[in-house]
Antibody
């Protein structure tokens, strides 16, 4: 069964750092584009970052320079390192597997709360 | 940046009746490879989004055939032929044509039962 499980969320003070993990099962993360998408409380979906199969990475303007994305093929896991966190980064962060220009598989999400 | 605009933002529908959601992009979503990467997702309260339709009109595995997608260029539509109780939630359109700079979503349309 294809599955994504996020972890690492929690309550963090403004300016702090947090690393989210997304462990995949049922497929290999290195052979798929993998993204992070977030959803602020009561709001819509916002794409955050993607890591491509060739290792190239891209970010939304709102997090560029503060967030990095990486993967560990041996653990079949994708990470989102979040630095210099702000109150507006408060959201549920979803990990998603892309194919054919869309997100076929989503994790359950992990909540990040940034207190000011 | 590509802006995705959905209408309506809220849609009260009677069970068994049809529903339609529109999505308009600020630029054409036709990719240089000839494909159009416009998809539709559904999110129930407290749940992650799930894929319904990809590349305008392709139903994802397990999606009932009462869901259909259509459109071209900048204008797209999701139709539900007969709304069922499990269809409540928020529907999002999403584009991935203009990546990798940004994948973008519509604001969401809340479908509720009258």
């Amino acid at each position: 069964e294809v599955q994504l499980v996020e972890s690492g969320g929690g309550l963090i003070q403004s300016g702090g750092s947090l690393r989210l993990s997304c462990e995949a099962s049922g497929f290999t993360v290195s052979t798929h584009y993998m993204s992070w998408v977030r959803q602020a409380p009561g709001k819509g979906l916002e794409w955050v970052s993607v890591i491509y199969t060739d290792g190239s990475t891209y970010f939304a303007d709102s997090v560029k320079g503060r967030f990095t994305i990486s993967r560990d093929n041996s653990k079949n896991t994708v990470y989102l390192q979040m630095n210099s966190l702000r109150a507006e980064d408060t959201a549920v962060y979803f990990c998603a597997r892309e194919g054919s220009g869309t997100f076929f598989t989503w994790g359950q999400g992990t909540l990040v709360t940034v207190s000011s | 940046d590509i802006v995705m605009t959905q209408t309506p933002l809220s849609s009260p529908v009677t069970l068994g009746q049809p529903a339609s959601i529109s999505c308009r992009s600020s630029q054409s979503l036709v990719h240089s490879d000839g494909n159009t990467y416009l998809s539709w997702l559904h999110q129930r309260p407290g749940q992650p989004p799930r894929l319904l339709i990809y590349m305008i009109s392709n139903r994802f595995s397990g999606v009932p055939d009462r869901f259909s997608g259509s459109g071209a260029g900048t204008d797209f539509t999701l139709k539900i032929s007969r709304v069922e109780a499990e269809d409540v939630g928020v529907y999002y359109c999403m584009q991935a044509t203009h990546f990798p700079q940004m994948y973008s979503f519509g604001q969401g349309t809340k479908l509720e039962i009258k």
